[in-house]
């Protein structure tokens, strides 16, 4: 809807998206639990449900809220100058910390739940094509939605540290082994 000064928008906030997708999952948890299948039970349960909320707290703060944005004031400018290829020197260091932060989880889940995770250099390319998968979700909605999240080379290079560091974490914790899915590099 257009306002007095030009603006056409509306806002797609994280609830709505992400609290019907997690009831479709935990209702497929459920199901799958009631009938005993094998990995979907015990422990294995909780590992899954972790899972999919971890990646729901992930989309929550990297992707929402959408701003879809029209009209001749809304943002115009273009997509290249979204986008921050120099790596490192122009790194912020609370933002370069909470997004190493942000990926230990992932590292911690990755032997957890995949067999690839067989190292930390395979931990270190999955984290950064998740990173990456991230920073081009977050360009593409800048592109259609001209909602700003800037892309940043910064990012991948942290969310990947944060990645290494969880899967060193995981691996260096066997307590946690017990919790791995069938099939996963730590079962």
């Not at 709505?16 to 948890?29: M, N, Q, T, Y």
């Not at 005993?36 to 929402?64: C, K, Q, S």
């Not at 991230?134 to 700003?148: K, R």
Request: glycine letters at 10%; hydrophobic letters at 55%.
């Amino acid at each position: 809807m257009w306002d007095d000064v030009g603006y056409a928008g509306f806002g797609v906030e994280s609830w709505h998206v992400l609290v019907p997708v997690l009831a479709v999952w935990f209702a497929v948890l459920l199901v799958r639990a009631v009938g005993g299948r094998p990995g979907w039970t015990g422990a294995h349960l909780v590992t899954r449900a972790v899972v999919a909320l971890y990646v729901a707290g992930v989309a929550h703060f990297t992707l929402f809220p959408i701003d879809v944005q029209r009209g001749p004031y809304a943002n115009e400018a273009p997509w290249w100058s979204q986008v921050n290829p120099v790596p490192l020197l122009t790194a912020d260091a609370p933002s370069f910390a909470l997004n190493v932060v942000m990926l230990v989880p992932f590292g911690v889940l990755l032997p957890l739940v995949t067999s690839r995770a067989v190292s930390a250099g395979r931990a270190a390319v999955v984290s950064l094509a998740f990173s990456g998968a991230i920073e081009v979700v977050q360009l593409l909605i800048y592109v259609v939605a001209g909602s700003g999240r800037s892309v940043d080379v910064n990012d991948l290079v942290a969310n990947t540290l944060g990645g290494v560091l969880g899967y060193l974490l995981v691996r260096s914790l066997p307590a946690l082994h017990r919790t791995a899915l069938p099939g996963s590099s730590l079962a």
